[in-house]
C-alpha cells in the first residue's frame, strides 16, 4: 500500500516536476492539463475534467454503498436509530443511503454559499471525526493496560511500543493539531468553536439510544473460552 501510494501520488508528482519547470504549473490548473497541453495534445483540458468527474462520482458511490450498511449495521447493534435498520425487498438498505443523500445535499448547498471555503470547512469536520478516532484508540489502549495490570484483563501478545509514553505523545499531537485548528480563522476557529455543541448532540444521541444498546446487549451469547479443551463456547447471558 505504501508503495503504491509513493509511485501513483508522489512519483507523479516527482515526473512532472522533471519533466517541466516548477514555474510552468500555474493555481487554478491541473498539473497534467499544463503538462499535455505543452506536448500539443487536444482537448485535454475537457479529458481531464472527465477523468476527474468520473473518480469523483465513483467515489461518491463507493461512498453511498459503504455509509448505508455500516449505519444498518450500527442500526443493529444499538448505535444507530433503529429506522436506519429498514431494508427493501431487494436488500438494499434504503434508510441509510436516504440519510447519506442528506448530507451530500447539504454539502451542495455549501459549494452554493461559500465554494471558495466548502472543501476547507468539510476537511475540518472530518479531521475532528479522525482525531477523536485515534483518541479513543489510545484511551481505549491505555485503560486495557491498566486493566492488565490489576488482572481484571488477559494479557495480549502485542504491545504498543513505548507505551504509555508513546499513549500520552500521541495525546499530546492530536491535542495540539486541536489548537493549532482554533487560529486557522475563520473555518478552523469556527471547528472548535462548535466542539461543545457537537459533544451535546453526542450525548443527547447516547441516551437515546443507550437503553437499545442495553437490550440487545443483554440478549446477545456471551463468547467464552474453555481452557482445557482449549476451544470457543457460545452460551446465552442470563440477566442478573
Not at 509513493?6 to 493555481?27: I, K, R
Not at 482537448?43 to 476527474?52: A, D, F, K, P, R
Not at 475540518?124 to 495490570?149: E, P
Not at 472548535?192 to 440478549?219: C, D, Y
Request: charge should be positive; proline fraction near 5%; aromatic fraction near 12%.
Amino acid at each position: 500500500m505504501i508503495w503504491r501510494i509513493g509511485l501513483f501520488y508522489v512519483g507523479s508528482v516527482v515526473l512532472l516536476v522533471m519533466l517541466l519547470p516548477w514555474s510552468a504549473y500555474q493555481a487554478g490548473q491541473s498539473p497534467f492539463v499544463t503538462f499535455f497541453s505543452k506536448l500539443g495534445v487536444p482537448y485535454i483540458g475537457s479529458i481531464m475534467n472527465i477523468v476527474v468527474l468520473t473518480a469523483a462520482l465513483s467515489s461518491l458511490n463507493s461512498g453511498l454503498y459503504c455509509t448505508g450498511r455500516i449505519l444498518r449495521s450500527m442500526a443493529m447493534g444499538g448505535s444507530a436509530p433503529s429506522f436506519m435498520a429498514k431494508m427493501s425487498r431487494q436488500h438494499v438498505p434504503y434508510a441509510g443511503i436516504l440519510a447519506t443523500l442528506v448530507v451530500y445535499v447539504v454539502g451542495v448547498f455549501l459549494n452554493y454559499l461559500v465554494p471558495s471555503r466548502v472543501f476547507e470547512i468539510v476537511l475540518n469536520f472530518a479531521s475532528l471525526g479522525i482525531i477523536a478516532s485515534w483518541a479513543f484508540i489510545i484511551v481505549c489502549q491505555m485503560r486495557l493496560r491498566k486493566a492488565i495490570k490489576q488482572g481484571k484483563a488477559a494479557d495480549v501478545s502485542f504491545k504498543l511500543p513505548g507505551a504509555p509514553f508513546t499513549s500520552w505523545l500521541t495525546l499530546l499531537f492530536l491535542l495540539s493539531v486541536l489548537v493549532l485548528m482554533a487560529f486557522d480563522y475563520p473555518n478552523g476557529t469556527y471547528t472548535i468553536a462548535a466542539l461543545p455543541i457537537i459533544g451535546i448532540l453526542l450525548v443527547i444521541g447516547w441516551f437515546g439510544v443507550r437503553k437499545r444498546v442495553a437490550e440487545i446487549h443483554s440478549t446477545a451469547p456471551v463468547v467464552e473460552e474453555d481452557e482445557e479443551k482449549q476451544e470457543i463456547v457460545f452460551k446465552p447471558e442470563t440477566a442478573s
